[in-house]
């Protein structure tokens, strides 16, 4: 069996444990493979370079969340269940520590069950004419520039409008996404296997400030209106922010994609006990 490898190198360790998990699995009878063409596939001592995903049985990362949406994305694509190792500090969505690669083997061959993870698409309109989109696992962000006044966030769920307020940002998260961004703002932490769209504004110019949830099967939109050449930036899974001008369309839908994330033990309410509700050391 392949198994599809992604590592952050920039993560301290994370380059020798990929290799170390690298021999780990030859020994064991996988074939430990890397994609694309990035410089930190080059990094993964031991591993095959293929052309295309799609001959590989499972998706290993060694790293944070970060390294999870990145790949994530990928294993969703081509239907693979994923597998994180944490190297980062929290490591959410991650299923084993370091020091527990040596279960791995054994775990591929049948040992897990699959947590079952929707997705977004977003897309973005200008003019009518469709000028992004992406699938994201975690969340949507619509944020104003740091030295901005605040615009006005308009909110339609279908043809109906349910939101018009003046924030800091809002977001739109997947139920995997409720325990990032959304969590720190203070909304709440959704069961993973619930199918619906989280929504809430972040620092609101209100008295009223709570999350809704809608069903996915609703086509959400959102656009700013601009106050005093107030800017917007929007962006998807933590990643850059995109500017966004007044009159562009932003949608959010459910995703045709969803990943597979593989789990051990506790699963997910385990983690949200020994890494959300356990202080830092």
Known sequence: MRVLIGCNIRKEGSAELAAELVALLKKSG???????????NAKVIGADMIETPSICDFAVTVGG?????????VAAEYDIPLLGV???????????????????????????????RIMLECKVFREEREIFSEHVLNDVILSRSSVSKLPEYVVNCGDAEVSRVRA??????????????????????????????EFMALCPHTLFNRPMLFSD??????????????????????GSGIPLLEGDILQIMRSRLS?????TGSGFYGAIHNKLMTPFK
Request: negative net charge; glycine residues 12%; contains cysteine.
């Open 30 to 40: 996988f074939a430990p493979c890397v994609y694309g063409n990035d410089s930190e």
């Open 217 to 238: 099967k609703q086509i959400i939109t959102a656009r700013v209106n601009h106050y005093q050449n107030s800017k917007a930036t929007f962006s998807v899974d933590g």
């Open 168 to 197: 800091d940002g809002i977001i739109f998260s997947t139920p995997t996404g409720s325990t990032a961004y959304s969590l720190s703002a203070g909304g709440p932490i959704l069961s993973p296997d619930l199918e619906c769209i």
């Open 86 to 116: 944490n190297m980062g500090r929290l490591g959410f969505m991650a299923t084993l520590e370091p020091h527990e690669i040596s279960c791995i083997p054994e775990l591929l061959s049948g040992d897990f069950s699959v947590s079952r």
């Open 65 to 73: 969340d970060g390294t999870i949406l990145k790949w994530g994305k």
């Open 259 to 263: 990943l597979g994330l593989i789990e």
